[in-house]
């Protein structure tokens, strides 16, 4: 099944940079923190995309999956243990770091935002904004488990209650929410 996606709203991304991931080894490996280098926002917000192979940028499939496993908790008759077997996410491409990625069509900006880790100062985070997202999941699933009206409620309450990204609204926030744009399949769904 293909199912258009629209997004509600900005889709924060915030990959974990080649960085971050090189300090934390070294931390680990000498047990004390890395020295820090002095920070570039234009370095770190790109590092936060999940730039495509081919060009242009994506979000992991694994989001969008796990998304629509916490939406089957809101749903009666699927438990997210079992959504976890019934459906999979077919990646459009890969990442430049080899995440199965969705391709993502729309326009980024840097944001700045303040954040506080636990037991931290407050700090400062420079991440793409992917304003007026869209994209198309490739759906593959076991029609023998769930049919394709569970497919597309699932998505779209997914899309509606749950979200994908920093700050979507499992996590307390606004961002990362997505309706299914397809009429036809949304036709499907009991919402």
């Known amino acids: 099944m293909s199912l258009a996606i629209e997004g509600e709203g900005g889709l924060i991304c915030h990959n974990f940079s080649e960085k971050s991931r ?23 917000y790109q590092a936060a995309f999940y730039h495509l192979v081919g060009g242009g940028y994506g979000f992991p499939c694994s989001g969008f999956k796990q998304s629509a496993i916490r939406a089957a908790k809101l749903l009666d008759g699927i438990t997210m243990t079992d959504a976890r077997q019934m459906f999979f996410i077919e990646a459009d491409e890969r990442d430049t770091t080899g995440v199965d990625c969705v391709r993502i069509e729309g326009n980024a900006e840097m944001r700045t935002d303040v954040v506080r880790l636990p037991g931290r100062v407050a700090d400062l985070r420079y991440r793409p904004e992917i304003r007026d997202w869209s994209c198309v999941l490739r759906i593959s699933y076991d029609e023998q488990m769930i049919s394709d009206e569970q497919i597309v409620n699932l998505f779209w309450r997914a899309g509606y209650q749950v979200g994908i990204g920093d700050w979507r609204p499992e996590k307390n926030g606004d961002f990362g929410r997505f309706t299914v744009s397809d009429q036809e399949a949304l036709s499907l769904a009991v919402a």
């Open 22 to 44: 090189r300090q934390i080894a070294e931390k680990q490996a000498m047990g004390v923190k890395a020295p820090k280098d002095k920070r570039n926002p234009d370095a770190e």
